[in-house]
């Protein structure tokens, strides 16, 4: 909600109008169609948002304004003159920017509220998603997008002449055919390209948020071509996997690899990236029995706990998804463990009684 702002010494002392007793010309506009819907919503919004204390003839002399200004914008700028409506009957600058700063931050709060975020496997080897964001966020997306797409210009040494050099995404690829490509094409390789590169540094358990990809080294170097297996539960080509170890983001798990150490006993209570990376040769998912959720999804648990003395060891280390996780520290489940030959673990839950 806008916070209510006092009337200005100008105005009168009456109660504001009510909303029933408003919009009627922007109802007729509509109606005859010299605005749109969009435009209609915007000024509905805009109206919402004056602050208490307005006369109706006030109120009025704003949604004239607005429907004054519909007439050459487009609704995203309307919306933007919207914002600052209030000078139509408010001689304070200061009072009307304070309200154009109120309806940014009831914005901004909006659009927090309805941020979302899906995204669903295909299985045909693509994904598809969705996503909600605030403005700022998804307008920073979408100029790195248009930079990472958009043909390189630059005037020629030695001369006025202009030479398109191949965009941003054509220089990351390799590949200069891709501006060939028709928009929408170019923009979703543009932006597969940047999420392989997304830094994960600064996030508290880096592993949670990394691809784990599982190669061996003949395969990496190029000499064998053998299909290398994720953490999210399915395979890569072996020449998409030599294309990722080089981004941010990508840890290749190299069979054969120098090693680091894994038993670090009572030195550390929680487990390490290194361990992280070494139980997900061990786990493709969850340890609990027939549970299928990918070990990226997976929290590290000590079977034997470590307030009870356990250690900080592989051999005590188990990944479970997040509901297995809280069913295991929970007071209505109990387990029992099954150790196979090569030390995974599956937990099996049975209810009290």
Known sequence: MIRPRPASPSSAPTPPAPPQAELGRTAAALDDGRISADHARVIT????????????????????ELLLLAVNRAPAKLRIAARRVLEAVEEDQDVV????????AAEEAHAHE???FWIRDNHDGTMTGHFTVPWAAGA??????????????????????????????????GDTRVDELDWQHRRGLAFADLLTRIPTDHLSRKVAATLLVTTRLDDLRGDLHRAGSTDAGDHLD??????????????????GGPSQPLDLARQKRLFTEAQA???????????????E?????????????????????????????????????GPDWQHTTQRAPDDTVTIHFHRRT
């Open 97 to 104: 920017d304070a309200h154009e700063d109120d309806v940014l």
């Open 140 to 173: 920073i997306l979408g100029k790195v997008i248009d930079a990472m797409t958009a043909p390189r210009r630059r005037v020629q040494p030695g001369s006025d002449a202009v030479v398109t050099e191949p965009s941003d995404l054509a220089r990351l690829t």
């Open 293 to 329: 959720r990918p070990f990226a999804w997976t929290e590290i648990h000590h079977l034997f706990a470590w307030r009870d003395g356990g250690l900080t060891d592989l051999l005590n280390a188990v990944p479970l998804c997040g509901y297995h996780h809280r069913m295991i520290d």
């Open 45 to 64: 919004g805009a109206m919402d948002d004056l602050p208490d204390g307005l006369t109706l003839e006030q109120r009025r002399a704003c949604e004239a």
């Open 114 to 116: 309805e941020s979302a």
């Open 238 to 255: 072996a020449g998409t996997i030599r294309r990722m170890a080089c981004a941010a983001g990508i840890i290749p798990v190299i069979l």
């Open 277 to 291: 990376v070494a139980l997900s040769l061990r786990y493709d998912t969850c340890a609990a029995h027939g549970c």
